[in-house]
């Protein structure tokens, strides 16, 4: 799968977020990095290369920090010139029907904020609907948003994590799906030069990648067995 | 009551639209409407004054064409720059505290599309939750949208009722209310320069406005009878 990243961000280099972001972007995968303020400074958008840019990819993010409630003003004037009738949508607009689309947001505020009678008293489901509404439009499959909330108080376990589960979700047919993600795990454990870790860590991936297969096999066979009760 | 009425429109010119609204203003209300795109052509928003001017209205109403079911970028860009953290929200953030704040949104679409299994498959009211929420953090008191559906394809008759609604949409405390929408109808009609119209008008209007003040007295009697009971 081909994914494109269009991050909309006023001042990315002073975003130590966003910064994690790019630097976690896993490169063994088809990933394009695509932040809309560096290319256009002076606002001027390429709508044929931006649209072009779209039809070669199969997955599309917009990955921005939540400025009220939606957007900075980049990515909608972008939303504005690219997504033309007909490209788009329309009768003969057809270029992104079947891509699946996602969000990855990075919030100020904290997760139980987003609820009725928390402090901000929409879900991040009722916020995004301006986004599941455009997804629709244009017949794009809208992926579960990836909120990142208060990344300024993450410790470096839970950044670790958030790196795996963002790879997941820029790579992953259905980043929910266990079974994926075990594949995804081995993957990358193969994948990971060993030269660069303690001598003492290859037979711990080793064993790692063993147990996660074994269980795989394990579940396979529950599985078949409750479907032959 | 103030009200600023702040439009968001690339090309206010070429909308037959925006041009009625502009042209529907009540002359003898304290309205100022405010077209972003042409107070700041280059982009530079002067957030003093900006900020300034909202302290100095009531009401603020947000007025744009629906694009990508939000505003035009500009708009985002002037929620993003002027709605600052000690002007807005936070602890010292309490200037808008208290007003009311509305939204006219120009939609190309018809009404019946926006609603679950429609066309658009979401509802205004869920469209305009990142609004909702806005006015939520700044201590506004939130309209209900006022929808304008196909301008384009509105007979006269409707465009003269969509004129009064406007009208009083921009200016009634409660636009809802049957009492309000009556006095002011007395109120206009009462200040109509009858130079500008037919010989015949004048007992008309009287007429219309002895009308009005009679049923407004027996629907009030009729309250008081039933508050009685």
Known sequence: MRTLVIVSHPDIQGSSSQQFLK???PTHEKITFHHLEECYPDGRIDCVAE??????HDRIIFQFPLYWYSS???L???QDEVLTESFAFGVH????????????????NSEKAYQAGGREGFSLSAITIPFQAMAKKVGM???KPFGIYQ?????EPTKWKLLIQYQQYLCLEDSDSLKER????IRALTATNLATLPKEAAPILEETITQLVHTRSELDELKLYLEGM
Chains 1, 2 share one sequence.
């Open 23 to 25: 630097e976690s972007l």
């Open 141 to 143: 499959h809208f992926l």
């Open 72 to 74: 900075p003003a980049m």
């Open 76 to 78: 909608k004037q972008w």
């Open 51 to 56: 649209q072009k840019l779209m039809q070669e």
């Open 93 to 108: 607009g057809t270029a992104l029907r079947g891509k699946s689309f996602g969000l990855v947001l990075v919030i100020g």
């Open 151 to 155: 990344f300024q108080y993450m410790d």
């Open 182 to 185: 075990e594949e995804w795990l």
